[in-house]
Every structure is written in structure tokens, then in C-alpha cells.
């Protein structure tokens, strides 16, 4: 499978329209029986948060997606996540099937105010990301948390883990899972960090990052192990939104086994 070669300084593939993708996000998700709740809005935009409730301790799944508007392939995962309902009896999962929605009006990573969306969670500035933490600290914690990107310059998939209890990893197999569609970027450097396989394990040294991502917040406040997955921009949004869902259904069913 060759990249199409037409990212050089920036995303210019395919683009999607976040308002019919949302509204089928929505028909999915009541034809499944689950609840629908707004954490804030952006704009016209209502900033959603679904929920499949399984019995009282149940594993429990956040997974998030849309944060940054010139990456589609997020939003269309978590529809066809949706649509599959491929979800094991015993997980209870929290999905926010984008953060971003005007992002994705104007093709743009920021949000209107030109910040990175998700360089805004260690003392947030944004109404959206204010909202969104104070929606997690009323939450209970998460068991695994999921958060799905593409990157415009990836070779091919490749995730970050943060887990700092060294628990049992579903890194290699979200690879694995994600090499079956779509190529896997095998360089030893990806985005200036270490990488082996497809996999980063970034230092988590919060203190010294002066502008925390989500899986940042994620680790400090909500759970101890997370992922962020990145699809290469640069192959067909379809292979693209395969290789996120393929990842995603064996972290899930990952997730099942752990505590049946
Ligand atoms: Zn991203």
C-alpha cells in the first residue's frame, strides 16, 4: 500500500462533514440502547458524550476522539464502532466521538482560537477542555482509556502507551491487529521520540511538560493505562479508519478478559 502523497506541510486529503457524521454518530448509539449526554458545547455544537452502561463493576472504557479537525478518521471510527456494536457483555464504556466538531468545519488541527486543544489540559484556558475535565472529575475511574489520531507525516500506525504501573500491555497487539489493514511505522524515531515496533513509551514526567495532551490528564487524574493511536494521514481514509478500529475492538475485548 503506497502513501498518496499529498501531505507536505499539513493535512490535504479527504475531509468529512462533522454535522452528518455526528447525527449518524447519534442514530447508532440510540439504535444500540445507548445514553447520550452533552459535556458542554462548541458553538452550534453539542459536545457529546455516549454511554453503554454494563452491569455494576464492569471494566470501565474511555475512549476519545475528534480533538484535533484535520483528522477524520477518528470521528469515522467511532461511528463505525458504533455501527458494528461489537461490544463485549461486561465493558461499560464512556465514548466522546469528538471534541472538536468546528475543528472539522474549517479541515483545521486548532481550535477557532488558534490552541491546540490538546495542548490545553494542565491549567485549561478553553470552554471546551474546562468542560471536558470537569466532566472526568466527576467521573469514575477509567480501567483503559483510548484516544484516536492520525498524524499527516506517519509512515503508518503507530501508538503512544502511557502505563506506569507496568501493567500487562496491549500495545503489541493493537499493532498487530491494526498491521492486518494498514502498513505500521517501523522507524526507531517517530515524532522525536524512541520508537520499537510502532510503539512509543514516553517519559511520563507531567511537572515538566509545560502543556499536557489529554492521555496526559487521562494518566494524572482518571486512569493508569492509555493509549493514543495515530493512523497515517497520508493512506486512503478508509484503510485509515480500519487500522483505528481494528486496535481499538482488541483493546476492548483486552479489556473484557481482565476482570470478567
Ligand atoms: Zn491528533
Redesign the pocket.
Known sequence: MKPLGHNHDGYHGETIDIQRVLAATDRAAERHGWERTALGRQGEFELRVLRRLARAGSPRLYLSTG??GD?PA?PLAALRLLEDNDWPANVTVCLLPCLNPVGFTLNR?EHTSGLDL?RDYRQPVTAEIRAHTAWLEREAAFDLCLCL???WEAHGFYLYELNPDRRLSVAGQMVEAAAQVCPIDLHEVIEGRAAQGGIILPKIVPADRPDWPEAFYLIQHCTRLSYTL?APSDLPLPTRVAALVAATKVAVHYLAELKP
Open positions: 480533538i484535533h483528522e477518528g488541527r490538546n489520531h492520525e498524524d495515530e
